[in-house]
């Protein structure tokens, strides 16, 4: 028999965990660890309540849950409840698919100020993610800068921009909701440091800017390189460009009460305010092949919220080597050290979608298995073990068959208008447990 712990369910731990079934096929034992009690990582407290479709994802890892090899063992931190070391003590293998769950910092001066956030304590926020159940971002002012050009900054924008009834159908948690509702937000600026041909926004999310019921894009039409430019970009990202120039070229929508700015060519160079973010201080760059270098032009934005979405870190656990440059473990197409592996946004940083963390578990679980004797038995013992040693210190798991009876209990709390009503406090997701 093998012994194989996951940390991390989301979608590259329950890929790996997949990939690991297929391989070793009745001879693994696979244990799911989170630190959460609820499974699925962001497919659950990142991707946007109002993207059910992709949400929907979550359901094909139902087949992976209901192998009876395979458990979820969630409320339990590694690092604090149990340490790698002991982990690598008790299986074969250990895979971290930890994600890269940190905000990166901006390192401007003034990031610390009330009212500047980072995109994974706004996302978590409003997805229900209990680290960030008390976060309550000042929605009172008129204006809101978005920092970056990807997707979730279109994510965080959108939010912003809805009415309550665009909200129907999503599982947006009802605390952000209500503020959502009552948000005195009016103008939504993305500052990016290079122009349009540099966006990382995906053509279908960018083409949603232009059906918001009371938001309206404004993109500077002398922004642009000349059209025979496009010809040159990726068939995706020349889509996303003629998305922008239809915004460009649109009349000012009058009717709508908040618009979505694109501002390109914009430096973030500080953050200022007294005793909270007032404003964002802007240099204006242009492109030297490609890279964006100053002009020594400044501009103040107005930016009573600041949320900055500028990429994420690999949280760092002591026993595992890091890498600070790219913000996630060192490893070599994955491996780490003998027995320790890792996957995903852990092994990469954070890009790619979903389904670019499938070919990354499978590829791992090759690599695992070429590492082991064909047929032969490892010495470990496995979750049996963890369970020892998890009681001992009084750590309470979750499992599967718990997180069905969470499904459910939040099911039941749903909206008229929503699939669910998400849990968002530790305490809650244990009472109905009876832990
Ligand atoms: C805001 C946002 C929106 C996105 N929207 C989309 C989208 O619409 N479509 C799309 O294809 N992709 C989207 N993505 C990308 C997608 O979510 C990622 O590709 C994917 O989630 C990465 O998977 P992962 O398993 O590596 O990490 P994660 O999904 O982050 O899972 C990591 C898991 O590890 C757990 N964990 C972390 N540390 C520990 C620890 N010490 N002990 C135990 N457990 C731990 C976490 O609780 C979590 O459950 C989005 C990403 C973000 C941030």
């Not at 229900?128 to 279109?154: E, M, R, T």
């Not at 509702?181 to 290079?194: A, N, P």
């Not at 092994?347 to 963390?357: D, E, H, L, Q």
């Not at 679980?365 to 038995?377: C, R």
Request: proline share 7%; with cysteine.
């Amino acid at each position: 028999m093998r012994h194989f712990a996951i940390i991390g369910s989301g979608p590259a731990g329950f890929y790996t965990a997949e990939a690991l079934a297929k391989a070793f096929g009745e001879q693994a034992r696979i244990d799911i660890i989170d630190k959460l009690p609820v499974p699925y990582g962001l497919i659950r407290f990142g991707v946007a309540p109002d993207h059910q479709s992709i949400k929907a994802v979550a359901k094909r890892y139902d087949k992976v849950a209901d192998d009876p090899q395979v458990r979820f063992v969630g409320n339990v931190a590694v690092g604090e409840a149990v340490s790698i070391d002991e982990l690598r003590g008790l299986y074969d293998a250990v895979i971290l698919a930890t994600g890269a769950p940190h905000d990166r910092a901006l390192g401007i001066p003034g990031e610390e100020l009330p009212g500047v956030v980072g995109s994974s304590a706004f996302v978590g926020w409003y997805n229900g993610h209990p680290d960030f159940a008390d976060l309550d971002p000042p929605l009172d002012g008129a204006n809101a800068v978005v920092i970056g050009n990807g997707n979730v900054a279109l994510d965080v924008a959108r939010i912003l921009s809805k009415t309550r009834a665009e909200f129907a159908g999503s599982d947006i948690v009802g605390h952000a909701l209500d503020a959502l509702e009552g948000s005195g937000v009016r103008t939504i600026t993305f500052l990016g440091r290079r122009g349009p041909h540099q966006i990382a926004m995906t053509p279908k999310e960018l083409g949603e800017l232009g059906h918001l019921v009371a938001a309206a894009p404004a993109v500077d039409p002398g922004d642009f390189p000349s059209i025979e430019e496009d010809e040159a970009l990726d068939p995706g990202l020349r889509k996303s460009v003629s998305h922008l120039r239809a915004y460009a070229a649109a009349p000012p929508a009058g009717d709508k009460p908040k618009a979505v700015a694109f501002d390109f060519f914009a430096k973030p160079l500080a953050i200022e305010g007294e005793g909270r973010a007032e404003r964002v201080l802007v240099e204006r760059t242009r492109l030297d092949g490609g890279r964006a270098v100053g002009t020594g032009e400044t501009y103040a934005v107005p930016a009573d919220l600041v949320v900055s979405c500028i990429g994420y870190s690999s949280p760092h656990i002591a026993g595992v080597p890091y890498d600070d440059d790219g913000g996630k473990y060192r490893n070599d197409r994955g491996r780490i050290d003998d027995g320790l592996y890792c996957v995903g946004w852990a092994r990469r940083g954070p890009s790619g979608t979903i389904g670019t963390n499938r070919p990354d578990g499978y590829e791992v679980a090759e690599q695992v298995a070429g590492a082991m004797a064909p047929g032969s038995d490892g010495s470990k013992v496995g979750g049996e073990a963890l369970d020892a040693l998890l009681g001992a210190r009084g750590v309470k798991s979750t499992s599967f068959a718990d997180w069905r009876r969470i499904e459910e209990a939040e099911t039941a709390a749903a909206r008229p208008d929503s699939p669910r009503e998400k849990f968002v406090r530790h305490h809650h997701w244990l009472e109905i447990l009876g832990h």
